[in-house]
């Protein structure tokens, strides 16, 4: 089974927590076909951008998105990196369109402050959670229902799966290839990428 991944992009998304999450997805596919040629690739990525133009990231890196949310493919996993969210958080038909998206999806994850875009929206509440540890006081006074880990790289409540800061969506996104494709992919991955990943 091929999962089909959506993978936001916005004005200051934190690069890395874009950057990373693609990289391992990308390369768990490149693993998948040396391990079982010529089977489809357990991923299809897509990205998107709140209205389907570029983007500047945080370090001023120019991202194309492939279209706007609204029309991007139906998805089994969306991820939703950080970054400044501070528009995205009063952005309230982005909101619903996560929320709308995040319904449907088997797996709804974020990187960093993507925590908060989630938890503004909807989809992540009465939960364990982690974000970056910078930002978790913050995210505790604004959702005081979140059970809040700041010392976990990520933790995974199902339906919803949040990552600490930054490189810690690298991790995230590794044992998200385990959980959907197997932890032997997983481990195969981590090693093209020179990653020491502990695994689940």
């Known amino acids: 089974m091929t999962r089909q991944i959506v993978l936001l992009m916005f004005d200051e998304v934190e690069l890395l927590d874009f950057a990373g999450p693609y990289e391992v997805f990308t390369t768990a596919n490149r693993m998948a076909q040396r391990l079982t040629p010529g089977e489809p690739p357990p991923f299809a990525l897509a990205t998107a951008s709140p209205h389907g133009r570029p983007v500047h990231a945080r370090a001023g890196l120019?991202?194309?998105?492939?279209?706007?949310?609204?029309?991007?493919?139906?998805?089994?996993?969306?991820?939703v990196p950080g970054g400044v969210v501070d528009a995205l958080l009063t952005d309230t038909a982005l909101l619903a369109q996560i929320a709308r998206r995040a319904d449907t999806?088997?797996?709804?994850?974020?990187?960093?402050?993507?925590?908060f875009v989630l938890a503004a929206a909807g989809v992540?509440?009465?939960?364990?959670?982690?974000?970056?540890?910078?930002?978790?006081?913050?995210?505790?006074?604004?959702?005081?229902?979140?059970?809040l880990q700041p010392d976990r790289r990520w933790v995974d409540h199902g339906a919803v799966?949040?990552?600490?800061?930054?490189?810690?969506g690298i991790d995230m996104s590794l044992h998200l290839v385990a959980r959907c494709a197997g932890e032997a992919l997983a481990r195969r991955t981590a090693r093209q990428l020179d990653v020491p990943w502990i695994g689940a």
Do not use: F, N
């Open 124 to 147: 992540l509440h009465d939960a364990p959670a982690t974000t970056h540890w910078e930002d978790a006081a913050d995210l505790a006074a604004r959702h005081p229902d979140l059970q």
């Open 62 to 79: 120019v991202l194309q998105p492939d279209s706007a949310l609204a029309d991007a493919p139906a998805a089994q996993l969306l991820l």
């Open 105 to 115: 999806a088997e797996i709804t994850a974020s990187i960093c402050t993507g925590a």
């Open 161 to 168: 799966v949040t990552s600490a800061g930054i490189a810690a």
